[in-house]
Nanobody, 112 residues
Framework: EVQLVESGGGLVQAGGSLRLSCAAS????????VAWFRQAPGKEREGISC????????YYADSVKGRFTMSSDNAKNTLYLQMNSLKPEDTAVYYC?????WGRGAQVTVSV
């Protein structure tokens, strides 16, 4: 059974940083495309970063490019999202996705 569990969310002031983690079981990050999404109140879920194993490339949405960095620790089967220079518009529930499975999400709130 595939399980994804996000952690590391919280409340931070604008300009601050947070690091989200996504612990996976039931599959290996080595073998599949994995991604981070977010959903702000009243908005659709949007993809913000993904890593494609086929060519080893990482994609970032324009809204987070240069501020967010996706990485993984394959030994721990854990995915990370380092978020710097956070803005109030980054406030959302953040989800990791792999093998068409979703975690429950982690709330990130950025205050002005």
């Amino acid at each position: 059974e595939v399980q994804l569990v996000e952690s590391g969310g919280g409340l931070v002031q604008a300009g601050g940083s947070l690091r989200l983690s996504c612990a996976a079981s039931g599959f290996s990050f080595d073998d599949y495309t994995v991604a981070w999404f977010r959903q702000a109140p009243g908005k659709e879920r949007e993809g913000i970063s993904c890593f494609t194993t086929s060519d080893g490339s990482t994609y970032y949405a324009d809204s987070v490019k240069g501020r967010f960095t996706m990485s993984s620790d394959n030994a721990k089967n854990t995915l990370y999202l380092q978020m710097n220079s956070l803005k109030p518009e980054d406030t959302a529930v953040y989800y990791c996705n792999g093998l068409n499975s979703w975690g429950r999400g982690a709330q990130v709130t950025v205050s002005v």
